[in-house]
Nanobody, 115 residues
Framework: QVQLVESGGALVQPGGSLRLSCAAS????????MGWFRQAPGKEREFVAT????????TYMDSVKGRFTISRDNARNTLYLQMNSLKPEDTAVYYC????????WGQGTLVTVSS
């Protein structure tokens, strides 16, 4: 059974940076368009970014364009999210999954942006 484990979340000041990782086990990510999602307190989970299987096409929600970069290492079965110029409104639990969310959700990793 596929398992997704997100890591790298932390408390960071506005303007800071973090790099999130998502390690998959039980199934290869190689042939899947993968994505990052987030859920802020009291809000629904939302799409953040996606990347095609070979990394040639990436998409981002408008509010993170130019600040976040999604990448992948298929050999390591791992997805990444580089987050720069973080803002308080980026505070959320971040999750990875296929673009359609078809795999079981992991526990997520908490990102808190606050001074």
């Amino acid at each position: 059974q596929v398992q997704l484990v997100e890591s790298g979340g932390a408390l960071v000041q506005p303007g800071g940076s973090l790099r999130l990782s998502c390690a998959a086990s039980g199934r290869t990510i190689t042939y899947s368009t993968m994505g990052w999602f987030r859920q802020a307190p009291g809000k629904e989970r939302e799409f953040v970014a996606t990347i095609t299987w070979n990394g040639d096409i990436t998409t981002y929600m408008d509010s993170v364009k130019g600040r976040f970069t999604i990448s992948r290492d298929n050999a390591r079965n791992t997805l990444y999210l580089q987050m720069n110029s973080l803002k308080p409104e980026d505070t959320a639990v971040y999750y990875c999954n296929t673009r359609s969310g078809q795999w079981p959700w992991g526990q997520g990793t908490l990102v808190t942006v606050s001074s």
